[in-house]
C-alpha cells in the first residue's frame, strides 16, 4: 500500500523488517530471502538511490545463482 502512494521510505522500512525476519529464520540462501534482496532493491530505485539498487539486485542474482 506505502508503494501505491508513493510512500516509499515507509514501504522500503516494513521490507527491511520483513527481510530481517527472512533472514534470521530460514537463511540468507533462501530464495524467499534473495527475492526480499531484490524487492528492497526495487524500492531503492524507486527512492533515486541508485547505487544501493544496483548493489541490492547484485546480491539478490548472485545468491539466485548460487542456490538455484
Known amino acids: 500500500l506505502y ?7 515507509a514501504a522500503a522500512a516494513l521490507h527491511a523488517e520483513a527481510m530481517e525476519l527472512r533472514m534470521q529464520r530460514l537463511g ?12 528492497l532493491g526495487r524500492h531503492e530505485h524507486l527512492r533515486g538511490n541508485l ?18
Do not use: N
Open 51 to 68: 547505487a544501493e539498487a544496483r548493489r541490492r539486485y547484485t546480491e539478490a542474482l548472485a545468491t539466485q545463482r548460487r542456490t538455484l
Open 3 to 9: 508503494d501505491q502512494l508513493g510512500r516509499y521510505d
Open 28 to 39: 540468507a540462501d533462501h530464495p524467499e530471502t534473495s527475492g526480499g534482496v531484490a524487492f
